[in-house]
């Protein structure tokens, strides 16, 4: 049976570590954070954070019930991270590029976090936050309900199956990564019109754009979408006017 997790209140009143550290959970999320960044989710143990925090593992379960638990609090930070100072500004679409740009952002500037935690439902706070807030935007707008929740459904999968895709690229090793993207230079550029047609028409626009980031075009194919269906919805008109 896990552990019981020791309330905030208590764990405050615990002394320093002996480097003179005031524990927290923020603290714990961002230590593990940068090991995450630093050598890969091999080598984020309960072990290896006692250490980086100058303090015994098992005070890490007075916060965490154990190393998953802690998972779900990195992914929540992401999205924190991510939502921090966004405010909705009454443009629905304007909102939803700006969230998923957010979110999709965030990931990427924790690659190995990411590939840890974009598959998972944490169900903490920032979590809960970004998904209200998501929902509002649409039923806002106008959105029926069942149609808010499955442009809902596109919306958050597609933003975390892109953060994913692109986090694991980056999560390589420098030499694979680099060979992946010269693979679109080194082969795909030179393969003959006469075995592969399409793809030798098409290589010299490849080679430009394989290297970014399909997300931001596939958002705004959603986005289109659901634009579409709603100005369906209110006979003409989807209600977003961007200045």
Known sequence: MPKAVVPEEKRRRRRPTKSGTVLSEELIVETALRMLREHGSTGLTARRLGLALDADPSTLYRY???????????GDALIGQALRGWEPTGRWRADLRAVGLRLHAAYLAHPQAAVLTTNRVTGRPHELAADEAVLDVLRTAGFPLPDTVRVYHAFIDQTLAFAALDAASLA???AALHADEGMWRSTYAHLPRTTHPRIAEAAPLLAGRMLDSAYPTALEMLLDSAEAQLAALLGGTAGDEEG
């Open 64 to 74: 965490f019930r154990g190393m998953d638990d802690l998972t779900l609090a990195i």
């Open 172 to 174: 390589l090793p420098s």
